[in-house]
């Protein structure tokens, strides 16, 4: 893919100082007031990846958290995290109920391919709430005519780039401004494009640059972490476009700060270092 120019529109590099920050909590505040985050994925044999964009919404602030799955996981996942509110769902159609409350959707993690995941995924493009897209459902987007809701978030890693773009993942890499840009116009939505030095593109041709992060983070589950940070960010009122830069250097860090052990990173580890951040940067009272 050539090398794409966009002079005006310089990159940002995230920093402390330039990202948004969530307001302090009321003393009266409401588990209501900070947004219903409903996870839609975990197909039989990736359960996990949705339980863990559940838990990262809940630890980042989300007032409520639903996670809609396999019937087959619900123990589990309750088992685990019984703060969130669990539905083993068979169709889309049982789908429509727990749409119709929540204020911001996260779709993909452990979603898989196959009727299940496309049923799904059929439903959730449907609303029009504020929406993260990761996973299988980026890669049902490729093959697919689904349409976007505006204003969604996108989370590509390069492979899946590449696919939503028709070209190769080292097409990508050789030019991950240009396609971040382009994912982000083509969709209306802002693109997060992971990986060393991930990249959060929007509509008009902003780039922020994020360079932080560690290697050990080279793992499973990293991605379904990030995709509940930025719903939870979304669902407590931040733009896409705040939220997704806030996410990312969040997750970045906190990678970074527990990278320092070595091999072995937990995606799960992530969340409580991730906690600590965002108080860090935005405190609940003051």
């Known amino acids: 893919m050539p090398q794409t120019k966009h002079p005006d529109n310089a990159v940002k ?3 402390r100082g330039n990202l948004a920050r969530l307001p302090a909590r009321r003393a009266d505040a409401h588990k209501t007031d900070f947004g219903h985050v409903l996870v839609v994925g975990g197909d039989l044999g990736t359960g996990g990846a949705a339980l863990l964009s559940g838990e990262a919404a809940l630890r980042c602030g989300a007032g409520l958290v639903s996670i809609a799955t396999r019937p087959e996981h619900v123990s589990a996942a309750l088992t685990r995290l019984p703060e969130a509110m669990c539905l083993g769902v068979s169709s ?3 789908l429509i109920e727990v ?6 959707l ?5 979603l898989g391919q196959a009727a299940w995941g496309r049923s ?3 439903a959730v493009a449907n609303s029009d709430v504020p929406q993260v897209w990761d996973a299988d459902a980026l890669n049902m987007l490729a093959s697919s005519p689904l349409a976007v809701p505006g204003a969604s978030i996108l989370t590509p890693h390069p492979g ?3 696919r939503l773009l028709g070209i190769s993942t080292e097409a990508v890499q050789a030019d991950r401004a240009g396609a971040a840009r382009k994912l982000a116009r083509r969709y209306a939505s802002i693109c997060v494009l992971k990986g060393a030095g991930t990249l959060v593109a929007d509509p008009d041709g902003q780039l922020a640059l994020c360079q932080r992060g ?3 983070m080279a793992g499973a589950g990293l991605g379904d972490v990030l995709t509940g940070v930025l719903g939870a960010l979304l669902a407590q009122g931040l733009d896409g476009w705040s939220a997704a830069c806030l996410g990312v250097w969040l997750h970045a860090c906190a990678g970074e700060r527990l990278g320092v052990k070595g091999r072995g990173l937990a995606a799960s580890d992530l969340l409580p270092v991730i906690r600590e951040l965002l108080e860090e ?3 609940c009272q003051v």
């Open 13 to 15: 590099t995230l920093s």
């Open 92 to 94: 889309a159609n049982q």
């Open 99 to 104: 749409l119709a409350r929540a204020c911001v």
């Open 106 to 110: 996260v779709v993909g993690p452990g």
């Open 120 to 122: 799904l995924l059929s």
């Open 160 to 162: 899946e780039a590449a």
């Open 214 to 216: 560690h290697p050990a």
């Open 281 to 283: 940067h935005s405190a």
